[in-house]
């Protein structure tokens, strides 16, 4: 399959938002919350994340099929909203997207993620990236999430 991964600009925000509620959906499921961040973030959120965000997007000819987002803050750049279209998933297309979100700010001294504590997977393809759990939190009370984190290489 030939996927092609770019930077996003504004004018992708609503294709990004409703594929990311999709992609999202099962992580909701698997945590009994509807309510969890991607599920309920808005357009304008979305827009907004645009001036303090790298958006990469993993296009498939005209179609969107995945993104991720990133930004620097001091010397950690932090990772997050990492999706992909349930019909393109099991393909490397996640993968490819976060090792070019790492490769988007190559001077961070570490890189961060948060994502589901029962999100197996998830935690597993960013373990093989060479991330380690280094906490836990709570979203919106009910839903477990880990901190994951690694150094520049």
């Given at each position: 399959m030939d996927v092609e991964i770019t930077v996003a600009d504004k004018s992708d925000a609503k294709q990004i938002l409703e594929l990311q509620k999709i992609a999202f959906h099962k992580e909701a499921a698997l945590n009994g919350d509807m309510q969890i961040a991607p599920m309920v973030e808005a357009l304008a959120d979305t827009e907004s994340a645009f001036t303090t965000?790298?958006?990469?997007i993993a296009r498939k000819g005209a179609d969107i099929i995945g993104s991720v987002r990133v930004r620097a803050e001091d010397d950690t750049c932090h990772i997050?909203?990492?999706f992909v279209a349930p019909e393109h998933q099991g393909r490397g297309i996640g993968r490819q997207l976060f090792i070019a979100a790492e490769e988007k700010f190559p001077s961070a001294g570490s890189y961060r993620l948060i994502t589901g504590k029962l999100s197996s997977g998830n935690i597993r393809l960013y373990e093989s990236l060479g991330y380690q759990v280094t906490g836990e939190m709570?979203?919106?009370?009910?839903?477990?999430l880990v901190v994951?984190?690694?150094d520049r290489a």
């Open positions: 965000h790298v958006f990469l997050g909203r990492l709570m979203e919106n009370g009910r839903t477990p994951m984190e690694k």
